[in-house]
């Protein structure tokens, strides 16, 4: 149980494209995701807390304009990285919370994206 | 504020010796703390977390942590270690302040020699 899942698993896209990441719990509803971005040999950076049915809160420093969050369901969120460029590259995560006595995130496998 | 170190960078350890990787956390309020590990172009694995109760706690692939209040630690350990167990891991802890956000830890690679 507490399965999540990301897709695509990695992208190369052009800059000025924009990019969207699926992030959906498989087997329980979410009310709340959160978006991590990671760099080389670094911890995780936490970019936004989705919420569903709400608007999603941006952690310090991160453009919502730049990257577009939706949690259109209890079971996906979805994170747009709108107009990429190449500094965008990176490996992004997605996590499920778990709520209740069971309190914990479940991870997706990430994604990588290249911006070329 | 809520924190959590990880002293180090790298542990090295040789296979079927007991391995420990450390842990300590600053948090206001009862600590709610986890272990997760990732392997290479991977996400984060849970391992085992704390919330409540005993103050060893048992997770997946026979690792174990130990809460320790007094010393607000929490150091992950597995009595035997495997090649397989080399990854990097993470230490967390859930933020306190109802946002139900966790703080990471930098992480420390195990390296299991044969």
């Known amino acids: 149980g507490a399965v999540v899942s990301q897709h695509p698993s990695w992208v190369i896209c052009k800059s000025g494209t924009s990019v969207k990441i699926e992030c959906r719990s498989l087997?329980?509803?979410?009310?709340?995701m959160f978006w991590y971005r990671q760099f080389p040999k670094q911890s995780l950076m936490l970019m936004a807390t989705?919420?569903?049915?709400?608007?999603?809160?941006?952690e310090q420093g991160v453009e919502k304009d730049k990257f577009l969050i939706n949690h259109a369901s209890l079971t996906l969120s979805t994170l747009t990285v709108t107009s990429a460029h190449p500094e965008d590259s990176s490996f992004y995560i997605c996590?499920?919370?778990?709520?209740?006595?069971?309190?914990?995130?479940?991870f997706g496998p990430g994604t990588r994206l290249l911006v070329l | 504020a809520q924190s959590v170190a990880q002293p180090e960078d790298q542990v090295n350890v040789a296979e079927g010796n007991p391995l420990t990787v450390k842990c300590t956390y600053s948090?206001?309020?009862?600590?709610?703390l986890f272990w997760y590990v990732q392997y290479p172009n991977r996400g984060l694995q849970f391992l085992l977390k704390?919330?409540?109760?005993?103050?060893l706690v048992k997770g997946s692939y026979g690792f174990e942590a130990e809460f320790n209040k007094s010393q607000t630690s929490f150091h992950l350990k597995k009595p035997s270690a495997l090649v397989s167990d080399s990854a990097l891991y993470f230490c967390?802890?859930?933020?306190?302040?109802?946002?139900?956000?966790?703080?990471f830890g930098t992480g420390t690679r195990l390296k299991v020699l044969a």
């Open positions: 989705s919420n569903e049915g709400s608007k999603a809160t941006y």
């Open positions: 948090v206001s309020g009862n600590p709610y």
């Open positions: 967390a802890v859930r933020d306190g302040t109802g946002t139900y956000k966790y703080i």
């Open positions: 704390y919330i409540t109760g005993d103050n």
């Open positions: 996590s499920a919370r778990l709520p209740g006595v069971q309190e914990t995130q479940y």
């Open positions: 087997d329980f509803q979410a009310t709340t």
